[in-house]
């Protein structure tokens, strides 16, 4: 099994950065693509990003790709994201999710397991 813990949120002008952190947990947590999604007030939760095991491959939503950064030091079993450039509409709760299969898209259904969520505001 694998436990995800969300951190690094908080309040940020737009234009400024923030940087996420998901620390696993579990002895195979670092054979598992790890995502981020997010989900804003009133909307529907939606794909962020998402790394394979190893850190070689990536891929991003096309609303933050270019700005947001996902990354992984699994020695340390923790999976980030560096957003960059932030604004507005990036406000939301952002989770952190495993699964057991990495593939170069959006992840409609989610993946197996799930963070709590931590809180990201961007004020204009």
């Known amino acids: 099994q694998v436990q995800l813990v969300e951190s690094g949120g908080g309040l940020v002008q737009a234009g400024g950065s923030l940087r996420l952190s998901c620390a696993a947990s579990?002895?195979?947590?670092?054979?598992?693509?790890m995502g981020w999604f997010r989900q804003a007030p009133g909307k529907e939760r939606e794909f962020v990003a998402v790394i394979n095991w190893s850190g070689g491959r990536t891929y991003y939503a096309d609303s933050v790709k270019g700005r947001f950064t996902i990354s992984r030091d699994n020695a340390k079993n923790t999976v980030y994201l560096q957003m960059n450039i932030l604004k507005p509409e990036d406000t939301a709760v952002y989770y952190c999710?495993?699964?057991?299969?990495?593939?170069?898209?959006?992840?409609?259904?989610?993946?197996?397991?799930w963070g709590k969520g931590t809180q990201v505001t961007v004020s204009s």
């Open positions: 579990g002895r195979t947590a670092s054979s598992y693509a």
């Open positions: 999710a495993a699964d057991s299969t990495y593939y170069a898209g959006n992840y409609p259904g989610g993946m197996r397991y």
